[in-house]
């Protein structure tokens, strides 16, 4: 696995591990989301930045915080 994929892994691992169910966390990730200006948080987490800004909304969710 080269670096450039290590943003977009940590956010499959962090959804994988809240979902559990890895139809609900791919749908989740391919689903435009309106915190994120409507993107695909899978789009957004491609560099160092986007996935942080994902990893941030996934801990909110986690956490039962609004985003």
């Known amino acids: 696995m080269s ?3 290590e943003p977009v ?3 499959v691992r962090m959804t ?3 979902w559990h169910d890895d139809a609900d966390a791919q749908a989740w990730l391919t689903a ?3 915190d994120l200006g ?6 957004v ?3 160092e930045g ?3 800004l994902v990893l ?3 801990d909110r969710m986690i956490h039962g915080l609004p985003a």
């Open 3 to 5: 670096t450039s994929d």
């Open 9 to 11: 892994m940590a956010v």
């Open 16 to 18: 994988a591990s809240i």
């Open 32 to 34: 435009p989301h309106p």
């Open 38 to 43: 409507g993107q695909r948080p899978l789009d």
């Open 45 to 47: 987490a491609e560099d």
């Open 50 to 52: 986007g996935a942080r």
């Open 56 to 58: 941030r909304l996934l």
